[in-house]
């Protein structure tokens, strides 16, 4: 295995060669005068080739595409992306007509010089369907939870049903309950949640989600819990968006501590998503 890790992944490429024994190496990044990419691989890559690569923000989609080329022209025989958020994976249909259905078309780019995907924790799991190749995702609970164990935590919440497997796979391994909330989505940046009686009296409360996007979620959720006496709330996202002003949104409605996953690298990157990359690049090599 050969992980071909973008300049600014080199730390979490090195990570995964670690974890899957494998060798790491970059590739050179130029841009031409009007601004187009050129990259190159310099090492001659045998076997299997896993490009960490990001989908996020829009222009490193074409970086990514053009690492995955790179790669084929080095050598490898098979190349794989690790792509530690999947961007566009919330528009998986056309909600009105004439919609793009953004996931498809990034899917269907990345599976044209992409024999095979692995992701964190992406949103829908439905949209990896659109891959050609094989597509897996991870959840990182196992190092949510370590993170998680440190904090005493009494109680892990999701602020929907849907989000309840994750919430539970971290409350296992934290041997505490688990339990959700009842979300509405009122606006790209409002959620309404349900009143739900929860024996959250003086005690530290998580709530686990995917993403934090403007953070209105989180919010939401946590002014509830400390209405009702928990004393400490700790979030927990495997992806760190950060948009509209999310962190301060956080900090007014009383979060104590945020805690997010460097699948969207920023310097509140406190866990590591290459455990995660690294399982689902290994069920890609069964596959
Ligand atoms: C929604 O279904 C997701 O799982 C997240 O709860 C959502 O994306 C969070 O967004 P925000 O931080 O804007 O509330």
Do not use: W
């Amino acid at each position: 295995m050969h992980v071909i890790a973008a300049p600014d992944r080199v730390e979490l490429g090195e990570q995964l060669a670690d974890q899957l024994s494998g060798e790491v190496t970059t590739y050179e990044r130029t841009a031409f005068p009007d601004g187009e990419l050129h990259l190159r691989i310099e090492e001659a890559i045998a076997g299997t080739a896993l490009v960490v690569g990001d989908t996020r923000p829009n222009e490193r989609i074409v970086e990514t595409l053009l690492a995955l080329d790179a790669a084929r022209e080095a050598g490898a025989d098979a190349v794989h992306l690790a792509a530690p958020y999947l961007a566009y994976a919330r528009q998986d249909r056309a909600f009105e007509h004439g919609e793009a259905v953004s996931s498809r078309a990034v899917m269907q780019a990345v599976g044209s010089l992409a024999d095979g995907l692995c992701t964190v924790d992406v949103h829908d799991e439905r949209v990896l369907e659109y891959l050609p190749g094989p597509a897996v995702s991870q959840a990182p609970a196992p190092e949510v939870a370590t993170a998680l164990a440190e904090r005493e935590v009494s109680l892990v919440l999701a602020p929907d049903e849907g989000a309840l497997s994750r919430a539970k796979d971290v409350a296992d391994r934290l041997d505490v309950p688990h339990d959700h909330l009842e979300k509405t989505r009122l606006s790209g940046s409002e959620v309404e949640i349900k009143p739900k009686q929860l024996d959250v009296a003086d005690s530290t409360v998580a709530i686990v989600d995917d993403i934090i996007a403007t953070g209105g979620t989180m919010a939401t959720a946590a002014r509830q819990l400390l209405d009702q006496g928990a004393t400490t709330l700790v979030v927990a996202a495997t992806h760190g968006v950060f948009v509209s002003g999310a962190a301060n949104r956080l900090d007014d409605a009383g979060v104590d501590e945020i805690l997010v996953t460097d699948a969207i690298p920023s310097d509140r990157s406190s866990i590591t998503c290459a455990g995660a990359l690294a399982r689902g690049a290994r069920t890609l090599q069964q596959a």
